[in-house]
């Protein structure tokens, strides 16, 4: 797998199950309202701690179920633009995001990590699920 960056990362390193804390930090943002720049330097450091390898190592970004209700659906984080939005039902989702809806949507996982060329599906209990799209 190559992220957005041109660096390698092993399905052996998708397929690795993600520490309470990184999926913690990442269920978090589903507050209702802006998150603070402490709450996105408390993502980035989950995320620096979870891909030790640096920002090129990195998810493009990730998507999640949207719990603030109708008309929302999922939102999206994208850490490197330090960029929380929360998307509608039908509301196009920028930068490959859109493939990740659907699964984000069913609420069957705690966060989907959009990489170039996969999916890594998070369970709950930090659990994965990889899938080429």
Known sequence: ??????RQLSVEQLRRRR?????????KLDTGG?????GINA??????????????????????KCYLGAPYEVHIVDISGHIIRHFKRGEAMPGGM???RSLAASG??????????????????GTT???MG
């Open 19 to 27: 520490s309470s804390s990184y999926v913690d930090a990442l269920r």
């Open 43 to 64: 993502i980035r450091d989950a995320v620096a701690a979870e891909f030790p390898d640096g920002p090129a190592s990195w998810p493009l970004g990730w998507v999640s």
């Open 98 to 100: 859109e493939r990740a």
């Open 108 to 125: 069957r996982y705690a966060v989907i990590e959009v990489f170039s060329d996969r999916l890594v599906a998070i369970a709950d209990d």
């Open 34 to 38: 802006p998150v603070s720049a402490t």
């Open 1 to 6: 797998m190559v992220s957005s960056s041109g």
């Open 129 to 131: 699920s990889v899938s």
